[in-house]
């Protein structure tokens, strides 16, 4: 067989040789999260853009406006939004289906992707 | 013409009559079904499992030819006959040889490369540590499997199934233990089959209902640019870091490049579909197929099974078991450290998402948070540990390997 001339390890020994190998992991991922940072402060990585606190994607809570163009002055944007979404001639169900297309499509995720209006070309 | 004899050669010559033989063989076929009833009809991984099923189905017909295990069995990389296979073997065999050179598991890294978008994870780099924390499992396992007996390499195998990373625990096994490739892939695939009811509990166990209900900041858009420069980055770091992991992380990193870059589309759509969808068919009937219930023992082993159907396999399932609730533990425990950190702004239900069963574990915390908050969103925010994930495991099969190679494990 292939194995007969590996040694067996003690039980401590394999927990020392985990604390290293966890330890080696621990150290390679913070190391990338300095090589992160050094990439966003060259490449300028996160854009400054200032965001609400939120759970929901912003496209996801975009088409605040009713289809039918209605406008309340007390409106609140839902929370994480980038803003209001113009609907011209479309309802918020076809608005919602163009926005999850056009982001498969150009396979961005939804909620990187602003939306000012949608209108029917006819 | 006799046709008795002819009827008597064709019964004796049938799988039929060579069906029980060895029982092994007849109760691996059974196992076969259930786990094409868990793809078909439970819709269990069935991307893989349907495939390791029918492979595993296969090789366990008697007489079928197409799966020779005692070609591979016991034998390193050198001791292979590689024209005895090419003449001697059925397709199985000649297919296998992509995952005995470790072909497979680095064009798969290569296809889940061009699918994973970085972006939430380069937004919130601290996610990162989740994604390490979330190894822990692979640790824990190896140790235990020290306890139980085994010898270091394949204890080493089997604790990276808590990596939650099919591929690179092929390539691990199929370098340390290749003896065990079948058991320990066949626990890996179907542990993150069943990741959506192995981790919720713990979850639950670990946090409170507060620390579940917890509304992340959304995560702020990377630029392109960061996007590109971060494979090209990790390759250059984790491999001058790790160079066994090499065939791993620079494949995934390719296919990530071909993503981001946007100058080869073609390449880009050819990897994340076609290429990974063939390879996915190649990989999943091979190590269904290194499951054989009986394989005769050969030099010390003379006389007895190496097969699948041993006390080993039972342990390993065992184990594996053990490895994914341990990666569970780590990561929801350091999702807890960081809500603490950071003042509650951490959904330590995150954690869990280190394991890096892409995209799989993400949606187990999206859906345990939405159940505790329903306007609670935190996929993208489980996606940044899930893929910190992958390059975790794939950096922790990397230490086992330079520590195998250092003890000559391999």
Known sequence: MLFLAIEPISVPEAFLLSLVGFAVVFIALMALIAVIKCINALAGGVKKETLAPAGVPAAVSAPAVPASGGTGSAKVPAPGSLGDIDLYTVDDQTAAMLMAIVADDLKAPLNTLRFTSIKEVK | ?410
């Open chain 2, 1 to 410: 013409m006799e046709i008795g004899k002819i009827i008597e050669n064709l019964w004796v010559d049938s799988g039929f009559n060579n069906l029980f033989t060895h029982w092994e063989n007849a109760v691996m076929i059974v196992i076969a079904c259930v786990l094409l009833y868990l793809a078909i009809v439970r819709g269990f991984e069935p991307l893989l499992l349907l495939g390791i099923a029918f492979g595993m189905l296969l090789a366990n017909l008697p007489l079928s030819g197409m799966m020779h295990m005692e070609l591979f069995t016991g034998k390193s990389l050198s001791e292979i006959s590689f024209s005895e296979i090419l003449h001697e073997g059925g397709i199985l065999d000649v297919l296998y040889l992509g995952v005995k050179l470790n072909i497979y598991p680095c064009l798969i890294f290569m296809g889940i490369g061009a699918m994973t978008d970085f972006g939430p994870m380069l937004a919130r780099p601290s996610s990162m540590i989740l994604g390490a924390a979330a190894q822990l499992g692979v640790y824990c396992a190896f140790i235990l499997a020290i306890v139980f007996g085994f010898l270091p390499n394949v204890a080493a195998s089997i604790g990276i199934i808590g990596g939650a990373d099919g591929p690179t625990a092929i390539f691990l096994t199929s370098k340390l233990a290749p003896t065990y490739l079948g058991p320990i892939a066949i626990a890996a695939y179907s542990y993150m089959a069943l990741i959506p009811l192995i981790q919720p509990p713990i979850m639950k166990a670990m946090t409170t209902q507060k620390e579940r209900e917890t509304v992340m900041t959304q995560a702020k858009p990377v630029t392109k640019t960061t996007k590109i420069i971060f494979p090209i980055a990790v390759t250059i770091f984790c491999v001058l870091l790790l160079p066994d992991v090499a065939p791993l992380i620079g494949c995934f990193m390719l296919g990530n490049l071909f993503r981001e870059s946007g100058v080869v589309e073609r390449l880009s759509d050819t990897t994340q579909n076609a290429l990974i969808n063939i390879v996915t068919i190649f990989l999943s009937v091979t190590v269904g197929a290194t499951s054989v219930g009986y394989i005769a023992g050969t030099g010390e082993n003379l006389g007895q099974n190496v097969g699948f159907l041993s006390t080993s396999t039972l342990l390993i399932i065992l184990l594996g078991l053990l490895a994914f609730s341990f990666s569970t533990v780590g990561g929801v425990l350091f999702g807890k450290i960081m809500y603490a950190v950071t003042g509650g702004k951490v959904n330590p239900l995150i954690g869990s998402a280190g394991v890096s069963a892409v995209p799989m574990a993400a949606r187990v915390s999206q859906n345990v948070g939405a159940k505790y908050n329903p306007s609670n969103y935190l996929l993208m925010h489980a996606m940044g540990p899930n893929v910190a994930g992958v390059i975790g495991s794939a950096v922790a099969a990397g230490f086992l390997l330079s520590v195998g190679r250092v003890l000559g494990w391999t």
